[in-house]
């Protein structure tokens, strides 16, 4: 018995190095990515329930390697919260997404994610400031899209930090809500500009009552606070009727387009039969 113990403890450790060995090699091919230009920026339309007209876009980082390999941001991003390379993967998105949307003969808002790490540990407030005279793009037209996670840590800084950012000019949407542990703690804690109701909720919708009883709930907390609700992950025109008869004021998903290179000018037309 001692034998076996001492071999799956020596098993065990070889795992660990094999794990913090995968994590170097990541970190060392995101750092790659970034001088060598692998990173690049899709974006998703996001229109208004009662007219159909876009009203934004959020931007979406994507990180296709040399040889045609696609990693996926929920895998690399968590890591580069981890190791830092968030910071300057983050600037990057943020002065790119900018510099684009300032070049556009349309002046439509982009909603850029920020990390947690980017909230705690660089002055954004300056960074943004800079960013935006420098790309010349109008500070109404960026939304800063921000989870729980990042007030969860450090509410107080945190709100400091977005309290800085909105003097800017700049809007800030609460992200992913309704997933996290105090999502309503953290709405009476700033003036959110906008509630974004996280997908899921949306892909359980015919699974039962549940989902639907809580985005009606949903609808009717932004409602009464005076906070424009945006929901996520709408897929199908079922969703969309029930999202409309609801109240609810905005739309971003695959039925009014997927994620894509260029900023596309119109909703797809799944979703126009609705308008
Ligand atoms: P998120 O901020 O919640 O972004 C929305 C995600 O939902 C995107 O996944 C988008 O492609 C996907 N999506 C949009 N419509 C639909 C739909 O109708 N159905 C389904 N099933 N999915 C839909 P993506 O691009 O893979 O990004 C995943 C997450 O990675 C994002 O979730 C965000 O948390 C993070 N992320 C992406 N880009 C950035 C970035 O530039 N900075 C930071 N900090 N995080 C980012
Ligand atoms: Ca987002
Ligand atoms: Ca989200
Ligand atoms: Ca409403």
């Not at 018995?1 to 001492?6: I, Q």
């Not at 690399?76 to 910071?87: C, H, K, R, T």
């Given at each position: 018995?001692?034998?076996?113990?001492?071999t799956d403890v020596c098993f065990y450790e070889e795992e660990m190095d094999e794990a913090v060995r995968n994590r170097r090699r990541m970190a060392q091919q995101m750092r790659e990515a970034l001088d060598q230009g692998q990173f690049s920026l899709n974006w998703q339309l996001q229109a208004a329930v009662d007219t159909g007209d876009i009203t934004g876009y959020e931007v979406l980082l994507r990180w296709i390697q040399p040889d045609g390999t696609f990693i996926s941001p929920a895998d690399?991003?968590?890591?580069?919260?981890?190791?830092?390379?968030?910071?300057p993967i983050g600037e990057w998105v943020l002065r790119t997404a900018c510099a684009e949307a300032a070049s556009w003969t349309e002046p439509h808002k982009i909603a850029v994610n920020l990390s947690p790490v980017q909230l705690g540990h660089v002055d954004l407030p300056r960074l943004v400031h800079q960013v935006l005279v420098e790309t010349g793009l109008s500070p109404s037209r960026l939304e800063l899209e921000i989870t729980e996670t990042a007030m969860i840590t450090d509410?107080?800084?945190?709100?400091?930090?977005?309290?800085?950012?909105?003097?800017?000019?700049?809007s800030i949407a609460m992200d992913d809500f309704g997933t996290g542990y105090s999502s309503l703690s953290t709405l009476r804690a700033f003036p959110f500009d906008k509630i974004k109701l996280d997908r899921s909720f949306m892909s359980e919708l015919d699974g039962g009552p549940q989902?639907?009883?809580i985005i009606r709930a949903v609808l009717a907390l932004g409602e009464s606070l005076h906070?424009?609700?945006l929901a996520e992950g709408v897929?199908?025109?079922?969703?969309?009727?029930?999202?409309?008869?609801?109240?609810?004021?905005?739309?971003?998903?695959?039925?009014?387009?997927?994620?894509?290179?260029?900023?596309?000018?119109?909703?797809?037309?799944?979703?126009?039969?609705?308008?």
């Open positions: 018995a001692k034998a076996s113990l001492g690399f991003i968590p890591l580069a919260e981890e190791n830092g390379l968030i910071l509410m107080e800084r945190t709100t400091h930090v977005l309290r800085q950012l909105k003097l800017l000019g700049v989902s639907a009883a906070i424009p609700v897929e199908t025109l079922e969703q969309l009727a029930f999202l409309r008869d609801q109240g609810c004021d905005e739309v971003q998903g695959y039925l009014l387009g997927r994620p894509q290179k260029t900023a596309e000018a119109e909703v797809q037309a799944a979703a126009r039969v609705l308008w």
